[in-house]
């Protein structure tokens, strides 16, 4: 089959690689309708992700037809479409019996290793490298899913793979990092970022019932995007953000504020993120935690900094002394995604929300390693690339 494979920083070539096969009984073999390119697969790209190995299948937003199923997977049958979590969960053990699913303890074959970097271990990904499992992912013609009977949701036949897709990681991720806000009513929501899981962040805010959200960006389409779904917009390269988001609530701070940009800030934006990036190339740091600070110095006196940026290692320079001092309660994770999936999937069949909307590229497997750069550096008004194999 043809699959997008890995082969070091920068290098994404679509070869062709072996078929995937049933492992297990409660294994499915999905054929592939639509895969998409997430902003955590431009962290593989940029080489920022450790124990990846060249030839390494990518990707984690898949849907498809399932085409075969392993004997004690009852929940399944040929013919049925699904979309699958990035998430890789057993369903059965602590973390998951809790919905805790991107914490399961048994769907990360390599968990030592995990261990060793951050003291325990969360669940496998697809497609994202050893260290979280070192499993295929579905930017392929077909993929196995593993705990198939767990992880995919059936999706009825009146909706679309395009308003589907992003149930497996950008539509639940973004509501998420709402939900972690708790929002109230009058609530003002700072959010840094809107690329894809920005945009789901803004939309899933007013969901939520929020009054007010202020979008951070620089890209111009992104921030007209933004302001499509109700935000009021921020240009981070043109105006001071914390002077502006002062100004927005009376001095007050936002209620709270949501970094939905990660480890990979523009590095031109601030002296810190400048810093930050040469102690990375010189091995002085793992991360480069901007809009981390700059959320913590935004946020009011106890309110919220919800984190779905993805971060590695260990942050240098984080004022935990303005947090303490001023009550701010931090939520993060990486998506429980089938804990978010019937509801959303709900939101979607009764209209409130077309996730849709951010698709602006759409391409076979083979424009696949072009589409990662295009949509690396914002060019051609990439905001999100799907593909259909
Ligand atoms: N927690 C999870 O489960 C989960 C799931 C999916 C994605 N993610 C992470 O979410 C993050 C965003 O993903 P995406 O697909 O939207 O990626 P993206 O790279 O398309 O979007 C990031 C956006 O941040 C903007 N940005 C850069 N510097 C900024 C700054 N200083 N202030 C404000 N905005 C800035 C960029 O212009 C861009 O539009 C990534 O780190 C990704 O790994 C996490
Ligand atoms: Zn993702
Ligand atoms: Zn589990």
Redesign the pocket.
């Known amino acids: 089959m043809k699959a997008l494979c890995w082969h070091g920083k920068g290098d994404i070539r679509c070869d062709t690689v072996p078929d995937p096969k049933v492992e297990h009984p409660r294994d499915a073999i999905i054929k592939v309708t639509a895969c998409a390119i ?3 697969d ?2 593989l790209l940029d080489g920022v992700m450790p124990t990846m190995e060249s030839g390494d299948v990518v990707g984690h937003e898949t849907m498809g037809e399932v085409v075969e199923v392993g004997a004690e997977n009852t929940k399944l049958k040929v013919g049925d479409r699904v979309v699958v979590p ?1 998430t890789i969960s057993c369903g059965e053990c602590f973390f998951c019996k809790r919905g805790f699913f ?1 914490g399961c303890e048994r769907s990360n074959p390599n968990k030592q290793m995990a261990e060793k970097l951050w003291g325990h271990s969360p669940a496998g990904l697809f497609g994202y490298s050893h260290l979280l499992g070192g499993y295929r992912g579905g930017q392929a013609e077909y993929l196995r899913v593993p705990y198939a009977d767990v992880g995919p949701i059936k999706i009825p036949s009146s909706l679309t793979d395009e308003q589907v897709l992003f149930l497996s ?2 539509f639940p ?1 973004g509501y ?1 990092a709402a939900d972690f806000c708790n929002i109230q009513k009058g609530d003002t929501i700072a959010i ?8 789901f962040a803004i939309r899933s805010a007013f969901l939520l019932g929020a009054e007010r959200v202020i979008a ?4 111009p389409e ?1 921030l007209a995007l933004a302001r499509d779904g109700g935000a009021q917009t921020l240009d ?1 390269m043109k105006e001071d ?1 914390y002077d502006r988001i002062q100004e927005l609530t009376h001095g007050r701070g936002a209620d709270a504020c949501i970094d ?7 590095t031109t ?2 002296l810190d ?1 400048v810093v930050d990036r040469i102690k990375v190339a010189t091995f002085m740091g793992t991360d480069r935690p ?2 981390l600070r ?1 959320a913590i110095h935004c946020c009011r006196n106890f309110g919220t900094v919800s984190i ?3 971060y590695g290692g260990l942050l240098d320079k984080v004022p935990m002394g303005s947090a303490i001092n001023r009550g701010l309660t931090f939520r ?4 429980p995604v089938q804990h978010y999936l019937p509801g959303l999937l709900e939101r979607i069949e009764k209209g409130e929300i077309d996730p849709s909307f951010v698709i602006t590229h759409r391409a076979g497997l083979e424009q696949g390693p072009e589409l990662y750069k295009t ?2 550096d ?1 060019k051609d008004g990439c ?1 999100k690339v799907v593909m259909k194999p």
Not at 192 to 199: A, D, E, F, L, R
């Open positions: 997430c902003g955590s431009l962290h990035f991107s990681d950008i991720t998420m840094w970022g809107c690329g894809p899981v920005g945009q951070i960006d620089t890209v992104r981070f953000i939905a940009v990660g480890t990979e800030p523009e934006a601030s993120s901007h809009v700059q779905v940026g993805v993060m994770a990486q998506t949509f690396r914002k905001i």
